[in-house]
């Protein structure tokens, strides 16, 4: 399932682009930190902001590294949410497992039009036509 749901994934740019985009923002953030603490940006002869041993110094670049991995878990729970998700779902679906495209619910009635928790168009029939094709 994991596989399949992950092939999906693979042969979507759509997903792939939309998933890197999501995951990848915070990486600015951080460089964008690192240069205003003069991480990156050499400062002629001044002592190096982290290395130079200054409290302040070093909790900027704990708060920044804290920040940093806060911002980075969110990201990417976004983006598996976003662009992952919908795979699983259709690799669920393409088992046989009559579930919602949109929100994962498992469809009692498969001939219903339309997914009575999250209201999207239901073509479930398709899918669950039968007993699992593989
Ligand atoms: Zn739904």
Redesign the pocket.
């Known amino acids: 399932m994991h596989w399949r749901a992950n092939l999906l994934m693979l042969r979507s740019p759509q997903a792939i682009v939309g998933f890197l985009l999501l995951s990848l923002w915070p990486l600015a953030f951080l460089l964008a930190a690192l240069w205003l603490i003069g991480f990156l940006g050499g400062r002629g002869g001044a002592p190096h902001p982290l290395l130079g041993g200054q409290p302040l110094g070093i909790a900027a670049g704990v708060a920044t590294l804290v920040g940093f991995l806060f911002l980075q878990h969110i990201a990417f729970s976004i983006a598996l949410v976003r662009t992952y998700a919908p795979c699983v779902r259709k690799a669920i679906r393409e088992s046989g497992v009559p579930i919602?495209?949109?929100?994962?619910?498992l469809l009692h009635a498969p001939d219903a039009a339309s997914?009575p928790?999250?209201?999207?168009a239901s073509d479930a029939k398709d899918a669950s036509g039968g007993p699992n094709r593989r």
Do not use: A, N
């Open positions: 919602c495209l949109g929100c994962g619910q997914c928790e999250c209201g999207i």
